[in-house]
């Protein structure tokens, strides 16, 4: 079955840096991306940043462009996600999902099930 583990996340200063990692098992994603979501309690789920694992292709939300770099290694079927310049608004769920890149762009809440998910990893960015 399709697993998604992630690791990462957790308390740090305004203007500090965290990393998250995220490793898919079950099956080959080499035609898929892997990334991120996150979300809020109480609001929507939005996306963030995802890569083709078999080009690097990526997308970025504009919130985070310039701060946020994703990562792959294609063998470990792994996705980083280095994020810098840490400011209070990204406070949120960071989930990692794999599908299909075009659905990062085109992302609502009705298309939660064109993903598989890993579970929530908690950022906090204290001010």
Same mark, same amino acid.
């Given at each position: 079955d399709v697993?998604? =583990?992630?690791?990462?996340?957790?308390?740090? =200063?305004?203007?500090?840096?965290? &990393?998250?990692? $995220?490793?898919?098992? +079950?099956?080959?994603?080499?035609d898929f991306?892997? +990334?991120?979501?996150?979300?809020?309690?109480?609001? @929507?789920?939005?996306?963030? %940043?995802?890569?083709? %694992?078999s080009d690097? &292709?990526?997308?970025?939300?504009?919130?985070?462009? +310039?701060?946020?770099?994703?990562? &792959?290694?294609?063998?470990?079927? *792994?996705?980083?996600?280095?994020?810098?310049?840490?400011? !209070? @608004?990204?406070?949120?769920?960071?989930? $990692?999902?794999?599908?299909?890149?075009?659905?990062?762009?085109?992302?609502? !809440?009705?298309?939660?099930? @064109?993903?598989?998910? +890993?579970?929530? *990893?908690? %950022? *906090?960015?204290?001010?």
């Amino acid at each position: 079955d399709v697993q998604l =583990q992630a690791s990462g996340g957790g308390l740090v =200063q305004a203007g500090g840096s965290l &990393r998250l990692s $995220c490793k898919v098992s +079950g099956f080959s994603v080499n035609d898929f991306a892997i +990334g991120w979501f996150r979300q809020v309690s109480g609001k @929507e789920r939005e996306a963030v %940043v995802g890569i083709m %694992v078999s080009d690097g &292709r990526t997308y970025y939300a504009n919130s985070v462009k +310039g701060r946020f770099t994703i990562s &792959r290694d294609r063998g470990k079927q *792994t996705a980083f996600l280095q994020m810098n310049n840490l400011n !209070p @608004e990204d406070t949120a769920a960071y989930y $990692c999902a794999t599908g299909f890149l075009a659905a990062w762009k085109n992302y609502s !809440p009705k298309n939660n099930n @064109e993903f598989f998910w +890993g579970q929530g *990893t908690q %950022v *906090t960015v204290s001010s």
